[in-house]
């Protein structure tokens, strides 16, 4: 397999389908003469021209609605945006619309879209700039939400996503561009919605995560190894929808869990996942589950704050040894 970036396995997956299937295109702010701002879109312009690689003014109300309509006479678009903080402009589209439209017309229109874009902190920018929202839209029923934390994954999954008849949000990792994987390089190499990968196998601890996540878990994995403790890393891949068996499964097997995410803890997505172990896994567990999240605060622009701020290899190392009576 080729070694690649998160960004070029994107850049792959939007290929591969807009080749495969001439109804998919890809629409945003700045996806075609510039790029896209990632440059994840980097050379589509060129290669599918400016009917299916649309570049839009800053509206992302106006363009998310767009591709909802699309979608709705049969198109398959994906909508950009330069970072899911932004798509707050366009939130009722995809809450209202999107999200209901299957429903609210008893199943006569499909709704075929995805919208992407980089989602969580990077570094210093800032409140505004610094949200992981995926807990945000995944409130909402009719949504599917993807949280790819690797470069295999981003490709299988955001080549499902497109083919998927639902709308999509698919949030990549504001951090995890340029990081580099192993990525299948068939075109039919797609991961399907729904089904959560046991990135490492243990037994002392369950370790669940999604997204950008997933890399400060397995160095804290290792770091964990060197000190006996064998942790069952569980990456859920994706939050709707949610592979509850395979959460079932590593709670019956070490019976001691720790969630980790970016977000906020008020209503996130781990917060969920525990009241799911408590209702269906009690009986398992041998410790109170703990959580790992972002502090409850906007994020800080002042560097040391910032990283006080996030979730870190430490923090999980803490709460692992706390579900250990360590």
């Given at each position: 397999?080729?070694?690649?970036?998160?960004?070029?396995?994107?850049?792959?997956?939007?290929?591969e389908e807009?080749?495969?299937?001439?109804?998919?295109?890809?629409?945003?702010?700045?996806?075609?003469?510039?790029?896209?701002?990632?440059?994840?879109?980097?050379?589509?312009?060129?290669?599918?021209?400016?009917?299916?690689?649309?570049?839009?003014?800053?509206?992302?109300?106006?363009?998310?609605g767009l591709?909802?309509?699309?979608?709705?006479?049969?198109?398959?678009?994906?909508?950009?945006?330069?970072?899911?903080?932004?798509?707050?402009?366009?939130?009722?589209?995809?809450?209202?619309?999107?999200?209901?439209?299957?429903?609210?017309?008893?199943?006569?229109?499909?709704?075929?879209?995805t919208f992407?874009?980089?989602?969580?902190?990077?570094?210093?920018?800032?409140?505004?700039?610094?949200?992981?929202?995926?807990?945000?839209?995944?409130?909402?029923?009719?949504?599917?939400?993807?949280?790819?934390?690797?470069?295999?994954?981003?490709?299988?999954?955001?080549?499902?996503?497109?083919?998927?008849?639902?709308?999509?949000?698919?949030?990549?990792?504001?951090?995890?561009?340029?990081?580099?994987?192993?990525?299948?390089?068939?075109?039919?190499?797609?991961?399907?919605?729904?089904?959560?990968?046991?990135?490492?196998?243990?037994?002392?601890?369950?370790?669940?995560?999604?997204?950008?996540?997933?890399?400060?878990?397995?160095?804290?994995?290792?770091?964990?190894?060197?000190?006996?403790?064998?942790?069952?890393?569980?990456?859920?891949?994706?939050?709707?929808?949610?592979?509850?068996?395979?959460?079932?499964?590593?709670?019956?097997?070490?019976?001691?869990?720790?969630?980790?995410?970016?977000?906020?803890?008020?209503?996130?997505?781990?917060?969920?996942?525990?009241?799911?172990?408590?209702?269906?896994?009690?009986?398992?567990?041998?410790?109170?589950?703990?959580?790992?999240?972002?502090?409850?605060?906007?994020?800080?622009?002042?560097?040391?704050?910032?990283?006080?701020?996030?979730?870190?290899?430490?923090?999980?190392?803490?709460?692992?040894?706390?579900?250990?009576?360590?």
């Open positions: 397999m080729a070694v690649i970036t998160y960004r070029d396995a994107l850049n792959q997956a939007l290929v807009m080749e495969r299937d001439p109804d998919v295109f890809l629409m945003g702010e700045e996806v075609g003469v510039y790029n896209g701002a990632y440059k994840v879109s980097k050379g589509l312009l060129d290669r599918f021209g400016d009917m299916r690689v649309v570049d839009t003014p800053i509206t992302e109300l106006g363009f998310a591709g909802i309509g699309a979608a709705m006479v049969g198109l398959r678009p994906v909508i950009e945006f330069m970072t899911w903080n932004f798509s707050m402009l366009a939130m009722d589209q995809v809450w209202n619309s999107a999200a209901k439209l299957l429903s609210m017309s008893a199943g006569q229109f499909k709704i075929p879209v992407r874009g980089p989602n969580g902190a990077a570094l210093q920018l800032a409140a505004q700039h610094s949200q992981a929202l995926e807990a945000v839209y995944a409130h909402f029923p009719g949504l599917k939400i993807v949280t790819p934390g690797t470069p295999a994954d981003a490709k299988g999954l955001l080549k499902a996503s497109i083919r998927d008849d639902d709308p999509v949000c698919f949030f990549e990792g504001e951090m995890l561009y340029n990081i580099k994987g192993e990525v299948p390089e068939d075109e039919d190499f797609v991961i399907p919605l729904g089904v959560a990968d046991l990135k490492r196998e243990g037994s002392d601890v369950s370790i669940i995560t999604h997204g950008k996540m997933i890399n400060l878990v397995l160095q804290a994995a290792q770091q964990l190894e060197k000190e006996g403790i064998s942790a069952d890393v569980l990456d859920l891949r994706t939050l709707r929808p949610l592979d509850v068996d395979a959460i079932l499964r590593t709670v019956a097997k070490t019976n001691r869990v720790v969630l980790v995410e970016e977000g906020w803890p008020y209503s996130g997505i781990t917060a969920t996942i525990a009241a799911i172990i408590q209702e269906e896994a009690f009986d398992h567990l041998d410790a109170p589950v703990l959580r790992v999240t972002q502090a409850d605060v906007p994020m800080p622009y002042a560097k040391g704050l910032e990283r006080l701020a996030k979730p870190s290899v430490e923090l999980i190392l803490e709460k692992v040894n706390r579900v250990l009576y360590r």
